[in-house]
């Protein structure tokens, strides 16, 4: 008696061989194309956004240094004025009902979210795909920026020795007061508009994920 013949395997359809020889594979598994190969569907990898996360939120907080010239060049000064009282100097606000201060804190804000909508228009356009770990470094970018624009401006501005400042101008001269920041809130103007900005464009004009592949056969025209 000779033994059963094992029976020949079947030929694989076309469309399955298309989809096994298709880099976008089958079932919904999908990849996304670029110049050097092709992305997972989850993205580059997670070194990789790391990597560009912290490239971007040091390049966000650098042009902090050019917000705080701006702050520091347009602010409204505030004139104090220098008086000898018992052999003390004594300084208090030339007007005291100026609004002064609150001008350098609305310029200082105005010029913050300026600066966070032509970062978060930037980081957009230079990379579109997005993801959390560069929203989070432009957060943290333009909050380390709006720091660091701060902090220049006061070091720019006046001194904060204001009766030195008094004596070298003389009894009864005005001269201007230290640059600072009262409302320190407006240190968030920046990140808060560029996450609000950076959203609404991903949202708008952001790229879409591919549309998965129907799970069961599949004809290829012309096959």
């Given amino acids: 008696?000779?033994?059963?013949?094992?029976?020949?395997?079947?030929?694989?359809?076309?469309?399955?061989?298309?989809?096994?020889?298709?880099?976008?594979?089958?079932?919904?598994?999908?990849?996304?194309?670029?110049?050097?190969?092709?992305?997972?569907?989850?993205?580059?990898?997670?070194?990789?956004?790391?990597?560009?996360?912290?490239?971007?939120?040091?390049?966000?907080?650098?042009?902090?240094?050019?917000?705080?010239?701006?702050?520091?060049?347009?602010?409204?000064?505030?004139?104090l004025v220098g008086e000898v009282l018992d052999g003390n100097w004594v300084v208090y606000l030339k007007d005291s009902e100026g609004e002064q201060g609150i001008g350098v804190d609305g310029t200082f804000s105005l010029l913050a979210l300026a600066f966070g909508a032509v970062s978060a228009v930037v980081v957009f356009l230079v990379r579109r795909r997005g993801g959390v770990p560069l929203v989070v470094a432009l957060a943290v970018g333009g909050l380390?920026?709006?720091?660091?624009?701060?902090?220049?401006?006061?070091?720019?501005?006046?001194?904060?020795?204001?009766?030195?400042?008094?004596?070298?101008?003389?009894?009864g001269v005005?001269?201007?007061?230290?640059?600072?920041?009262?409302?320190?809130?407006?240190?968030?103007?920046?990140?808060f508009g560029a996450l609000v900005l950076h959203l609404g464009l991903t949202a708008l004009f952001g790229p879409r994920d591919p549309e998965p592949f129907p799970a069961g056969p599949y004809e290829i025209p012309g096959a």
């Avoid at 298309?18 to 993205?43: F, T, V």
């Avoid at 006046?158 to 070298?168: C, E, K, L, N, T």
């Avoid at 005005?174 to 990140?191: I, N, S, V």
Wanted: proline residues 12%.
């Fill in 1 to 79: 008696m000779s033994a059963p013949l094992t029976p020949p395997t079947p030929p694989t359809p076309p469309h399955e061989q298309a989809a096994a020889s298709s880099p976008y594979g089958w079932n919904g598994h999908a990849a996304y194309p670029r110049q050097d190969g092709w992305y997972e569907k989850d993205g580059p990898g997670m070194k990789t956004e790391l990597r560009e996360a912290a490239v971007t939120a040091v390049a966000v907080a650098a042009v902090g240094v050019l917000l705080g010239v701006l702050w520091w060049w347009l602010a409204p000064r505030v004139p």
């Fill in 174 to 191: 005005t001269f201007d007061a230290p640059l600072k920041l009262g409302a320190k809130g407006a240190l968030l103007a920046w990140p």
């Fill in 144 to 171: 380390l920026g709006s720091v660091l624009a701060w902090r220049l401006g006061v070091w720019l501005g006046p001194g904060s020795d204001v009766v030195a400042q008094a004596r070298s101008a003389g009894k």
